[in-house]
């Protein structure tokens, strides 16, 4: 069975950085976890899901909201079955709970669109205190 497990969130001031984690495991999920693309989403209370980025099969392809670009990294090591997420500056209006998702098999390089993902983790809170 597909799990997706996210870590790294936590409470922290603006300005500060965190490294979001989200491991893959299942037998299958695990070995064919090269072929997925992956994205990372948001959620804020009273929001909807949000995608903040996403990475193509290989990792070659990212593509970010605007919202966060040049401030997130998004990266995948499919030697180690994790994708990351790097969040620089963090402010306040980046506080929500942080999904990682892996793509339907037809979005080679991931996303927009939260509907196209197939798998999701549980999700870690990150919190940004001003």
């Known amino acids: 069975q597909a799990q997706l497990v996210e870590s790294g969130g936590g409470l922290v001031q603006a300005g500060e950085s965190l490294r979001l984690s989200c491991a893959a495991s299942?037998?299958?999920?695990?070995?064919?976890?090269?072929?997925?693309?992956m994205g990372w989403f948001r959620q804020a209370p009273g929001k909807e899901r949000e995608l903040v980025a996403r990475?193509?099969?290989?990792?070659?392809?990212?593509s970010y909201a605007d919202s966060v670009k040049g401030r997130f990294t998004i990266s995948k090591d499919n030697a180690k079955n994790m994708v990351y997420l790097q969040i620089n500056t963090l402010k306040p209006e980046d506080t929500a709970v942080y999904y990682c998702?892996?793509?339907?098999?037809?979005?080679?390089?991931?996303?927009?669109?939260?509907?196209?993902?197939?798998?999701w983790g549980q999700g870690t809170q990150v919190t940004v205190s001003s």
């Open positions: 998702a892996a793509a339907r098999a037809r979005y080679s390089t991931g996303s927009d669109n939260a509907a196209d993902y197939v798998y």
């Open positions: 990475i193509s099969y290989s990792g070659g392809v990212t």
């Open positions: 299942g037998r299958t999920f695990s070995t064919y976890f090269s072929t997925y693309a």
